[in-house]
């Protein structure tokens, strides 16, 4: 994601989301990094529901192993560092209005702490309560602009496009 879009100026035909331009706009490839060591096998991607109430897929799902260590994205401050419904979670915000969040993890980091990108922030748990969630131990990554959920994978300059369908222009007169 630097400097140009990838969806280039001016291209109806690719609509990333709403919230995506905070994303894109300000956060250059440099500045965010994978969670997990090396690059990780996406084993779920991001499935936004049709609408907030309806079931989807809110991040992404990358093959790890237990007790993998789990790496802050980006620099931010640490909102959630807890066990939430049987399983740890770690949320970072970041600038401009973004949120990570990391989970099953043992947080290794506080609430209220500041962390840079690429810093340690706990360890993935064993299945345990997140059982049936991967079809092996996995760590779900989330990205949230303000209160709508992104795909964490537009960081690194490689989120899913939705394309829009191809609307014919009309004529004067219709």
Do not use: K
């Not at 989301?17 to 500045?31: I, K, N």
């Not at 990094?33 to 991607?45: D, E, K, M, Q, S």
């Not at 309806?54 to 990358?62: E, F, P, Q, W």
């Not at 309560?129 to 960081?155: F, N, S």
């Amino acid at each position: 994601m630097s400097g140009a879009s990838p969806w280039g100026p001016g291209s109806p035909a690719a609509d990333p989301g709403p919230g995506a331009d905070a994303v894109r706009g300000t956060a250059p490839a440099p500045d965010w990094r994978w969670p997990l060591a090396g690059h990780p096998n996406v084993i779920r991607r991001f499935d936004p529901p049709a609408r907030p109430w309806l079931s989807g897929h809110r991040g992404v799902d990358l093959a790890a192993r237990a007790g993998q260590e789990v790496r802050a994205a980006g620099a931010g401050l640490v909102l959630i560092a807890d066990r939430v419904v049987d399983r740890g979670v770690v949320s970072i915000r970041h600038r401009d209005g973004l949120r990570t969040t990391y989970l099953p993890v043992r947080p290794l980091v506080r609430q209220g702490q500041r962390v840079a990108a690429g810093q340690v922030i706990g360890v993935i748990e064993a299945a345990g309560g997140w059982a049936g969630h991967c079809p092996e131990v996995c760590l779900h990554w989330g990205l949230i602009h303000r209160d709508r959920y992104l795909d964490p994978l537009l960081l690194l300059g490689m989120g899913q496009v939705r394309l829009l369908p191809n609307r014919p222009t009309r004529g004067p007169g219709h």
